[in-house]
């Protein structure tokens, strides 16, 4: 047995000794039960954690290297999955703070800011929200860091390593940082491993939906084909009454890494969803809405009643998860101070859409494809 397959089998105490005790094929996958989670969803629900038992697994891999009074619960998995999910197509350090299966804040260094500084900006988004929260990161883990944590309540940290100094802080032999006596600091597998762009999934990477009568939904994975900047065009339409219309104001290059952050990060947002960024910086995420107004309009409430950092909102950017109905939402945003946005094309409407932000003097950009999630 190779190292990477004992670490795999080794992460956890399992209560299932048998190599597929427990275990179940999928398209021809074999998987291994590698131990029952506290709970599901809610705590009246069992819930129990597999992996494929042929390959390495960023998540599935992870070691606890310190585990609260009782193990990972549903939540807890699918808070860090999705929170990995948005790190993975970071190369700079970056944090996300997940709170049910939703970014609370995410934050992006910018101009050479370390993971503590990455971290307040990602809690400082929504700290109401961030209580309780899975926090993890794409980089090492230091002392400052693991002290600015602990400051406040977290259920757990993921991240790549971390420091010995870093590690004696979450341990807290002194009982210093009462609050969070049960953290739980796990350090996870590497992230190149998880499928970023369009192409490079393989059915490992299905995801699996059960429906009310158990019948199953298997599709490939949610990614992207914006691989950089360099894939962000000005909008465009065409309507009879206007004809072919074009955005005229193209974002700045800073507004650009934004553009493409916001995107990124809007693939683990529940639909309808949209993400407001400015300098690496969600200043707030809108989510959930049945309607994509409703969503713009949340997020700026939330900006405005929850935002603690010391970003304006003047001058930000904003993705959408599929396309503006109508200008409304464009024209919302625009009056709260957003000067650029990302979002598919679609709409009957897009002509209009896209006049209406030439108005305002709004930069669009239209993504190739809708990234709607209803995790």
């Not at 597929?20 to 969803?41: A, N, P, Q, S, V």
């Amino acid at each position: 047995m190779s190292e990477k397959e004992q670490i795999g089998r080794s992460s956890y105490s399992s209560k299932n000794t048998g190599d597929f005790e427990g275990g179940f094929e999928l398209r021809g996958r074999r998987y291994h039960k590698i131990e029952d989670l506290r709970y599901g969803t809610n705590p009246h629900q069992t819930a129990a954690f597999y992996r494929p038992c042929d390959c390495v697994c960023p998540i599935a891999d992870m070691r606890i290297l310190k585990s609260g009074k009782s193990g990972l619960s549903q939540t807890n998995l699918e808070d860090i999955s999705y929170s990995l999910n948005i790190l993975k197509y970071f190369s700079l350090p970056a944090c996300a703070v997940m709170k049910h299966v939703n970014p609370s804040g995410v934050a992006v260094a910018r101009n050479a800011m370390n993971a503590k500084d990455v971290y307040v900006r990602a809690r400082d988004c929504d700290p109401r929200a961030a209580f309780g929260s899975v926090v993890s990161f794409n980089v090492k883990i230091d002392k400052a860091t693991a002290e600015e944590i602990m400051g406040s309540f977290v259920e757990c940290v993921v991240a790549p390593d971390f420091d010995e100094e870093a590690l004696g802080v979450f341990n807290d032999p002194d009982g210093t940082f009462k609050l969070n006596k049960q953290i739980r600091i796990i350090r996870c597998g590497d992230l190149s491993l998880l499928p970023r762009y369009l192409g490079e999934e393989s059915p490992i990477h299905s995801t699996v939906k059960t429906l009310a009568d158990g019948s199953l939904v298997l599709a490939t994975p949610l990614l992207t084909s914006l691989r950089s900047v360099a894939d962000l065009k000005p909008a465009k339409a065409d309507s009879k009454s206007l004809g072919a219309v074009v955005s005229e104001r193209f974002p700045t290059d800073g507004q650009l890494h934004d553009l493409l952050a916001a995107w990124y990060i809007n693939i683990n947002v529940r639909s309808n969803g949209v993400v407001i960024v400015k300098n690496g910086q969600t200043l707030s995420v809108g989510t959930g809405e049945q309607d994509r107004v409703g969503s713009v309009e949340q997020a700026i409430w939330k900006y405005k009643n929850k935002y603690s950092g010391d970003e304006s909102i003047e001058n930000s950017v904003m993705a959408s998860d599929g396309f503006f109905p109508f200008p409304d939402a464009v024209e919302i945003a625009a009056a709260a101070g957003v000067t650029a946005m990302i979002s598919p094309p679609g709409s009957i409407k897009d002509a209009d859409v896209i006049a209406c932000a030439n108005k305002l003097g709004v930069a669009l950009v239209h993504a190739p494809e809708r990234i709607f999630s209803h995790h």
